[in-house]
């Protein structure tokens, strides 16, 4: 008979006494311990009584054995246990405790029995019996598709070889239950059977299924209030926005169940209520009524309360703004309907931050410190007199600001472009102004561009500011391709967008290229069946570093072939070639704002024609000149990241002129106009060629073109943009008439675009490309676009969006011709990915609603290919 000291893992009071005590021993150690084994006898082997450790006696520790189903050396277990032979404890006593408590922290064990077996004299013998928790040997998920069962086994952390406890079978069972019901699935069972592995090895090892049965997803047949008199069950259930009842024409909002959103929702009710008044608005009661159709309906009960009014609204504690600024700012009066939703974001508006709301008012003049409290002071006859008081604190200053994450980018690059300054007065809008700016250049991942405000000191006033980055590939191979117009348009090329000139010689910067100082450099090779065009083009953003001046300048070479619309194919024979240079400079404007930019440019190309002829290019041998000035105005405010805007607009207007030659060149195209007349109308070719040779020599025109975006972000992410363009190629000498370059080609997916000979090919999803335009182009063009776009993943690695788009235009060649509202209509919905190697890339599918210009039926489906650019 021996003595049992047990725990098993039900067992969690650990730290004070040795449980289950039970005694089997031999005669000579009953006569000895006759006390105890009276306590006993009542069932042998049955589990004794706890004995409080003041009854415990010395004993010394003889050998110490273990049994058991384990895995591990007695070595090792008994190291683990802090026992050892020769030690001193007392029975019971806190160190056969503690030796439990050791072992089962470990996390390894089942089950854990520590046995005296014997006791001589003063020397007490152990075994420590105990069993390993069984290893996961293989896992089987059942009732999911084979894609997601990765994700289950990572996220529960249900790899081969973990210890199977019960805590990992719930925690696992309750994470998929939680994680189906936010899907939806709210009759979602969870199942986890394990069994047993009998072989050779010796380690406890089990087979785990995994069940899941997630159901039918759980739609919300209606909405019922009760209690409600003042707003109706319509007007409610519109301002629960997670939480629709099934409408066969609703497609944004789906009508399943999420309890996270659905309680979000009970607290927009009771804000609904709020803002008409209704300050004690509340929600009685909600309850889920399961139909048998396995649809439910929720059923919520209200107490609206009374109405109430605004009453007094007093200002303390302001010294630096008056009553009247404040009450100007706070826009509420006395005897306004009682609104607790408008009140708190005419006080401080936490969506947008940069709103328009008193604690931006402080903030941005420094009173970082600020804090102002809304507070009724009174409710009688539900007018409530308000106070709000205001504790200004002391204006603040940037005493450090310092940016990290910028590996590559040249600390100078961001320093220019960062609005706070050390020694300057705090100013939030100038910390909302940073973001963007870091954001706008390209190099860093905007959505990860923090502002983190350091060791803030109300006392002395001041603040360290901190900009943490997260740099991006800022360098691209640029694919840009399409299918259209008859055949392949491609552009192949190298664009580095952090280039850093000074570095170019500097064999260490090269990693693999000179970067860092924020200039771009590109090389491009352009072709199709059409045309071939090599370019280089350099551009600084601060020239001379001092001030945001931007020069760029730009080489290229092209040669151009003939469309032959018989053969639909490009007649090699007849080409020109086009050889161009360009200079610009752009600076950003202080006035109006800082958003605006002023961009000029002088720009030449030489045309050399080899029997290239059109209906308006007779002369097929010949030559002309385009020397040219643009000017345009810019203005760009769009939030933070570039690549998919939530907010803002950027509209350009730009006037490209060439010299009136004829004001002084001595020609008289009156003449010359009379007697190309005179000789299409005799169909002398030799002699069109001549005049349209001397109209040409050097081109005249001046070409206005206007564009403008704007962004509305409708719900969290949706994005609706709206969009107009027009074009317009006008002559200063109508005797001399409209150039055969710099028009616009109209249709398609705007690939091709280049400016090397002036003209504009000008996207129109639904129609081929450019076949919205004459042969040699139109002098008149206008766009009209509505686009929404919703974001699957706004991350650095790559930026995913889709979108649906309407949007119409047409091409025209003269003012007399002109319809704005005679469109080519076209709809349909597409989806961009942006990948920091490769820019942009999407695909479309538009649908053109009108006939192509000569043919009666609609055009019908187009798919639209896009690498590199960005409608």
């Known amino acids: 008979m021996k003595l049992l000291l047990n725990i098993k893992k039900e067992n969690d009071d650990l730290g004070k006494q040795v449980n289950n005590l039970a005694n089997i021993l031999s005669l000579t150690t009953f006569l000895k311990h006759f006390t105890l084994l009276l306590l006993l006898m009542g069932s042998m082997g049955i589990k004794a009584q706890d004995l409080p450790y003041s009854n415990g006696k010395k004993y010394i520790l003889g050998d110490i054995t273990v049994s058991g189903n384990t895995s591990f050396s007695e070595q090792t277990i008994i190291a683990y246990s802090g026992l050892s032979k020769g030690k001193e404890i007392a029975i019971p006593g806190e160190e056969i405790g503690d030796a439990i408590k050791k072992l089962w922290n470990s996390k390894l064990f089942s089950d854990i029995e520590v046995y005296i077996t014997a006791i001589e004299g003063n020397v007490a013998y152990l075994e420590i019996k105990l069993s390993d928790l069984p290893q996961l040997n293989e896992l089987k998920v059942n009732g999911v598709k084979k894609g997601k069962k990765e994700g289950i086994i990572k996220d529960n952390k249900l790899n081969k070889g973990v210890k199977v406890t019960e805590n990992l079978m719930t925690t696992t069972k309750n994470f998929l239950i939680k994680k189906y019901k936010k899907e939806g699935y709210l009759n979602t069972k969870v199942h986890i059977n394990t069994i047993e592995v009998k072989d050779s090895v010796q380690t406890a090892r089990v087979n785990m299924v995994l069940n899941i049965d997630k159901g039918e997803k759980v739609k919300i047949k209606d909405i019922v209030f009760t209690g409600n008199d003042v707003l109706s069950d319509k007007y409610l259930r519109k301002s629960m926005k997670g939480t629709k009842k099934i409408n066969r024409l609703r497609i944004l909002k789906r009508s399943k169940f999420i309890d996270s959103a659905y309680q979000a929702d009970l607290s927009k009710v009771v804000d609904k209520y709020k ?27 209200v107490n609206e309360g009374s109405q109430y009014t605004f009453g007094d609204i007093k200002f303390i504690g302001n010294t630096v ?24 974001k005419r006080i401080a508006d936490n969506s947008k931050p940069d709103a328009d709301d008193i604690t931006n008012l402080y903030q941005n003049y420094g009173y970082l410190f600020s804090s102002i409290n809304p507070v009724e002071v009174s409710a009688a006859n539900n007018v409530i007199d308000m106070e709000i008081r205001i504790s200004e604190g002391k204006p603040a200053y940037f005493n450090s600001v310092s940016v990290v994450g910028n ?91 952090n280039f850093s000139i000074k570095n170019i010689l500097n064999k260490d910067a090269y990693k693999p290229i000179p970067m860092g100082d924020g200039q771009k450099l590109a090389l491009r090779l352009q072709a199709s069946r059409f045309y071939q065009t090599y370019s280089f083009s350099f551009s600084e953003p601060w020239l001379g570093g001092k001030r945001p001046v931007q020069f760029s300048t730009s080489i290229s070479q092209t040669k151009q072939f003939l469309y032959d619309y018989r053969t639909r194919n490009a007649d090699k024979s007849k080409s020109f070639n086009i050889t161009g240079i360009t200079f610009g400079l752009a600076k950003r404007l202080q006035v109006p704002d800082d958003f605006f930019v002023l961009s000029q440019a002088i720009s030449f190309q030489r045309y050399d024609l080899n029997n290239y002829n059109t209906g308006l290019f007779t002369f097929g041998n010949g030559y002309a000149n385009n020397l040219s000035y643009t000017i345009g105005l810019s203005r760009d405010n769009t939030s933070v990241d570039p690549i998919y805007p939530t907010g803002g607009s950027k509209f350009g207007v730009t006037a490209k002129l060439s010299i009136p030659y004829s004001l002084f060149d001595g020609v008289d195209y009156a003449q010359l106009k009379e ?93 081929p490309n450019q076949s919205l335009s004459d042969q040699d182009g139109g002098a008149i063009y206008n766009k009209f676009s509505l686009e929404l776009r919703y974001p699957i993943t706004l991350k650095a690695s ?72 960005q409608f």
């Open 321 to 344: 703004y008056s009553n009247e600024q404040l009450t100007r700012m706070l826009r509420i009066r006395k005897g306004d309907t009682y609104n607790g939703v408008l009140l708190q």
């Open 275 to 301: 803002e008409n008044g209704y300050r004690d608005a509340r929600i009685v009661s909600d309850s889920i009524i399961y139909n048998d159709d396995k649809t439910i309906s929720l059923q919520i009960d």
């Open 675 to 767: 007697d190309r007349a005179k000789a299409n109308t005799d169909r002398n070719s030799a002699e069109l060629a001549r005049i349209d040779q001397e109209r040409y020599k050097w081109l005249e025109f001046y070409k206005i073109n206007f564009k403008g975006d704007w962004y509305t972000e409708i719900t969290k992410d949706l994005v609706l943009r709206p969009s107009m363009e027009f074009g317009f190629l006008g002559a200063y000498n109508n005797d001399r008439g409209v150039i055969p370059f710099e028009r616009f080609f109209l249709g398609g997916d705007g690939l091709g675009t280049y400016s090397l000979d002036g003209r504009e090919t000008i996207a129109l999803r639904g129609y």
């Open 407 to 497: 590996d590559k980018t040249n600390d100078h690059v961001i320093y220019r472009e960062i609005r706070t300054r050390p020694g300057q007065l705090y100013s939030k809008a100038n910390v909302v102004r940073t973001v963007r700016e870091l954001g706008q250049l390209g190099f860093f991942d905007a959505q990860e561009i923090s502002p983190n405000f350091n060791n803030p000191n109300p006392n002395e006033g001041t603040i360290d500011m901190e900009y943490s980055v997260k740099e991006t590939g800022s360098s691209q191979i640029e694919l840009q391709g399409g299918y259209g117009g008859g055949g392949f348009i491609g552009t192949l090329g190298l664009s580095f967008n």
């Open 798 to 869: 790559a930026k995913i969006y889709g979108l649906t788009f309407l949007e119409g235009g047409a091409s025209y060649n003269s003012f007399r011709d002109y319809n704005p509202f005679d469109i080519k209509r076209s709809a349909g919905l597409g989806i961009r990915i942006f990948m920091p190697a490769f820019g942009l890339l999407g695909i479309d599918f538009g649908y053109g609603f009108d006939s192509l210009p000569g043919e009666t039926k609609k055009n019908g489906w187009e798919t639209h290919f896009i690498i590199g650019q």
